[in-house]
């Protein structure tokens, strides 16, 4: 087996979901699941990133299910959306946001969130997984501070021009926003071709969310695999503004 290292290599070549016995995307179901079963490797994870596929466990002892749902949600940036309420809370939040220098942090208090059914799908399998992306430089997270208190974030993995987001947490108003907007003008001025949002909740809606059809998300994941991944850690934007 390749390090996860090696296997970024060829992945703008070979995108091989067969290997690691991912079946075509175009087998989705309606809902979006493609596969279950399988493991968190890193190398895993990389090749079903790469084929636009992302796992979305139920429990902690379900086999992994595996999700590429069409339509797909995503952010461009450079055509987000800001309203007056977000414009107005960056201007005069005080917070600091910061990327990569707290993620074990976020990641655990992403998997904290409270949800309607009490659980979480964020597993302590997945939490050593992408810690582990981390560490080798794919997983990224973006910080929100009041002072010395973490108080929101969002985390998720970069391949290429392709960021896919897949948690994000508050615990004070537009934090968690905030850190959104600061990794989207990030990703503008990289010149990512988009951010994969997963889920359409009412805040990426507002912020312009388009829905990609599964033919046209994969043709835009094929572009953004040519372009060379930027390795972590990324450095900190600094305090929070607004251009």
Not at 72 to 84: A, C, D
Not at 206 to 215: H, M, N, T, Y
């Amino acid at each position: 087996m390749p390090t996860a290292s090696e296997a970024t290599i060829g992945l703008k070549l070979r995108r091989a979901r067969r290997a690691l016995g991912f079946p075509p995307v175009s087998r989705a179901r309606d809902d979006g699941l493609l596969a279950v079963g399988g493991t968190l490797s890193a190398e895993r994870l990389l090749v079903a990133y790469a084929n636009g596929i992302f796992p979305w466990p139920s429990s902690k002892r379900a086999p992994i299910p595996w999700f590429c749902p069409s339509p797909r949600t995503v952010l461009v940036p450079g055509q987000i959306r800001v309203n007056r309420s977000l414009r107005r809370a960056v201007r005069r939040a005080p917070f600091t946001v910061t990327f990569d220098r707290a993620f074990p942090a976020v990641i655990t208090a992403c998997a904290r969130v409270p949800r309607q059914d009490q659980g979480t799908w964020i597993t302590p399998a997945m939490v050593e997984a992408y810690t582990e992306l981390h560490e080798l430089g794919f997983a990224h997270s973006v910080e929100t501070w009041n002072g010395d208190e973490l108080v929101g974030g969002v985390y998720g993995v970069s391949l290429g021009a392709a960021f896919f987001g897949e948690s994000m947490f508050t615990l004070e108003p537009d934090a968690s926003k905030i850190a959104l907007y600061t990794l989207l003008r990030r990703l503008e001025a990289w010149e990512f071709r988009f951010l994969d949002c997963q889920m359409t909740t009412p805040h990426v809606v507002r912020l312009g969310a388009a829905e990609w059809s599964q033919d046209h998300f994969q043709s835009e994941l094929h572009h953004a695999l040519e372009a060379e991944t930027r390795r972590g850690p990324w450095s900190a934007p600094g305090p929070a503004a607004m251009a």
